[in-house]
């Protein structure tokens, strides 16, 4: 009997905590994100059992364990404690505002829930995020090395700091190339090609601001050959230097000439002796120049000449050990013969205008005078007029109709035979 006797009284006092914890009322705490400097809105859903009614609402910081710590806000007073306000006029919402958040509002919140009659409670917690990005953030970037041909090694270095963790960004120009959420960044150009040139910055950012760093401009191309003067003398030994700018610096050569041959090992250079004949000898000497980019070539025409000194349109560069006298380069005269004949052939061509013109005046002079000649002979022969009084004369006078008498031996006959002188 007694057995039965405990074992009903532990069922009861089992039944009576189970009926009182179904009437403690159910809270939920929905986590928030806000901007610094925003208003934050913390929302916190409960739920009374049965005929229970809400009699309070209480805010409290809280650990990241749910633990209370001090109470910010209570809806049951009349006034609220300074930025903390509570919101409990949505029935079953008990909404936490903080209005002008700070870096220090980031962290984790405590609802409490109070119900009637016996004061149950129920209570949950969430998280409060404050985003912002550090104004004192600051970014740089730098580069190994701009000129070389491969492990080209560009770096994103500085201080950031952001909530959320702001994205460190490398871009070449306004293409995004590398991407992460780390210091230093470090982007490789393992072989670079023309694709690589370009304006690079770094840029830190997150949904709340932005810091970009200084730039760096990467600008590869293939060898461009300079002026130089030449420097040349007969029977002198020549070394004609291929100097040249490219980027990447790592530059090949390779000469050729069907007049003479290199002499010396140097792929940079190319070395000859000259004909010791002054003005007639001319060299013709070419050298293609590549680097990891591409290829230019270039030819040169050179003269022996021990007096003229130009400065070269050819490029390279001609060093002479033992004179410093230069010359002009074969193509400079190429042009100079051109420009003459063009200039002959315009000449010409007006001379021989001007003499057809002349040619003709002349021409038409003549014809005219021989018309007048022609016309003269025909007023000998038939304008003439004699005198009709007289059948068997042997001569008889003529009179010109313009001019002077003339006398002609005449005989009587047949008209249409003609006269006999």
Not at 264 to 269: E, I, R
Not at 381 to 393: I, K, L, T, W
């Amino acid at each position: 009997m007694e057995i039965y006797k405990l074992t009903t009284f532990l069922l009861t006092i089992e039944l009576c905590d189970i009926i009182n914890s179904q009437t403690e009322p159910v809270a939920n705490v929905q986590d928030a994100t806000v901007k610094n400097g925003e208003n934050a809105v913390i929302t916190c859903d409960y739920t009374l059992t049965g005929t229970r009614t809400f009699l309070a609402a209480q805010w409290y910081n809280s650990t990241s364990t749910g633990d209370r710590l001090n109470l910010l806000v209570n809806s049951a007073l009349t006034n609220p404690n300074g930025r903390y306000a509570v919101d409990t006029t949505q029935p079953g919402v008990a909404n936490l505002t903080i209005a002008n958040t700070v870096l220090s509002d980031d962290g984790y919140y405590l609802c409490r829930i109070v119900d009637s009659p016996d004061a149950e409670t129920g209570e949950h917690f969430g998280k409060l995020t404050v985003q912002y990005f550090e104004s004192s953030s600051s970014l740089t970037i730098g580069v190994n090395n701009n000129i070389t041909a491969q492990n080209v090694i560009i770096t994103c270095s500085g201080t950031v700091g952001g909530n959320p963790v702001p994205d460190i960004n490398l871009y070449r120009n306004s293409t995004l190339i590398k991407t992460q959420s780390t210091l230093p960044l470090t982007y490789t150009i393992a072989t670079v090609s023309e694709d690589d040139g370009g304006i690079y910055r770094c840029e830190a950012s997150n949904n709340i601001g932005n810091v970009t760093s200084n730039t760096i401009t990467l600008h590869y191309y293939k060898p461009i050959f300079e002026q130089y003067t030449y420097t040349v003398g007969p029977g002198e030994k020549y070394v004609i230097t291929a100097d040249v700018n490219a980027n990447p610096q790592e530059v090949t050569y390779v000469w050729s000439s069907d007049d003479v041959n290199d002499t010396d090992t140097n792929p940079t250079t190319f070395t000859f002796i000259a004909s010791s004949v002054e003005d007639n000898t001319i060299y013709e000497i070419s050298v293609i120049a590549t680097n990891l980019i591409g290829s230019t070539s270039k030819t040169m025409w050179i003269a022996v000449s021990a007096t003229n000194q130009i400065e070269s349109t050819n490029s390279a560069k001609i060093t002479i050990p033992s004179t410093e006298k230069t010359v002009e380069p074969c193509n400079s005269n190429i042009g100079l013969i051109i420009g003459m004949l063009f200039v002959g052939i315009i000449i010409g061509a007006v001379g021989f205008y001007i003499g057809q013109i002349i040619y003709n005046k002349i021409r038409k002079k003549s014809l005219a005078k021989k018309r007048d000649t022609d016309k003269r002979k025909q007023d000998t022969y038939m304008d003439y007029v004699g005198d009709a009084g007289e059948q068997n004369q042997t001569y008889q006078d003529l009179q010109h109709k313009v001019e002077e008498s003339a006398y002609v031996n005449v005989k009587t006959g047949n008209r249409n035979k003609g006269l006999k002188a």
